[in-house]
């Protein structure tokens, strides 16, 4: 990543510290554009939706995660709580279920 792009992570970093979750993912967008395999981009980018309410995208971003790794226990945590949110239980109890047995701690999102 470039210092533009890296700066810019930073930026969205910020605004989702601060819970300005619309910004932060617009930034994200920009960066995942430029650098498509970057799981760090993708997880936060996961985690803004999350937290603003943007469920299917949220649900889209950590499904691209499990593709590359079946094992990452943040996105199954991030794609069962959106799937929660959604009101799609059973289908949450999986990727939750994982996201516990891959995870030795209560992770938030």
């Known amino acids: 990543m ?4 890296y700066l810019e992570f930073n930026v969205a970093q910020l605004n ?8 932060a993912s617009r930034a994200l967008e920009f960066l995942l554009s430029h650098d498509p ?3 760090s981009v993708r997880t936060l980018l996961a985690r803004s939706y999350y937290h603003a309410a943007m469920l299917t995208k949220a649900e889209e971003q950590a499904r691209v995660l499990l593709q590359r790794d079946p094992t ?3 996105a199954q945590l991030v ?3 959106a799937l929660q949110r959604q009101s799609r239980h059973g ?3 999986e990727p939750l279920r994982l996201a516990a ?3 030795d701690d209560d992770d938030t999102i």
């Open 91 to 93: 289908e949450a109890r």
């Open 16 to 23: 989702f510290e601060q819970k300005r979750y619309v910004e």
């Open 2 to 5: 470039d210092e533009t792009l």
């Open 72 to 74: 990452d226990h943040y």
């Open 101 to 103: 047995l891959f995870s």
């Open 37 to 39: 395999d970057n799981a």
């Open 79 to 81: 794609l069962g709580r």
